[in-house]
């Protein structure tokens, strides 16, 4: 269903689907991922390739060249298979949906959102870099939300982010949202210690 690069723990005991961004591969993203497997060794992270291929090199999660009703279907459709394929690996793995967290950057967090406000069950997670997304897709879910963005971004400007958040905060979601300085359209370092943080805050407060 989808091309999928597999990094991490073999018999894991968490599971974060990660879509990377516009015009990007599995392999831009792996180093960042790397660096969340350094603080979540008992998770395995599964990048999956995004479907349309550009002319120049690359991959796109929909066509941006379309009416934005015809994006928005097929981001809807793209996120219902996204929520099949997680629904498979969680039967082979043994694990659930309060087992996998989404991570997305740029247009790859427009689909980790829509998956998470399309599926019928709560993930653990879903953690949205430097993106958007639709705001009539937007209602109320029980999973929680995490916007990080860089404030020097002008790719998806900053203000953008505010009113994403205030959307999911209006329907009622759970979100916490946080800038980093001097960081623009762009995923280092200081935003992976800012996601294992939050994985970690996730996980006391699901224990609790």
Known sequence: MFSVKKIGAQTPKKLMVIFHGYGDTPETISPFTLKLYSHLP??????????????????????????????????????????????????????????????????????????????????????????DIFPDLIRSVQTPFFLLHGEEDQIVPLPRIVQLQNSLLGAGNDVVATSLEGVGHEHRAPSAQQVCLWVREQEKRTSA
């Open 42 to 131: 008992d998770t395995k992270f599964l990048i999956l390739r995004a479907p349309v291929i550009l002319h120049g090199q690359g991959f796109s999660w929909f066509h941006l060249d379309r009416p934005v009703m015809r994006m928005r279907q097929e981001i809807v459709q793209l996120a219902q298979r996204v929520v099949q394929f997680i629904e498979v690996v969680c039967a082979q793995e043994k694990l659930t949906l309060q087992d996998v967290s989404l991570l997305g950057f740029s247009q790859g967090a427009a689909v980790a959102l829509a998956v998470a406000l399309q599926a019928s069950a709560a993930f653990c997670a879903c953690f949205a870099l430097s993106g």
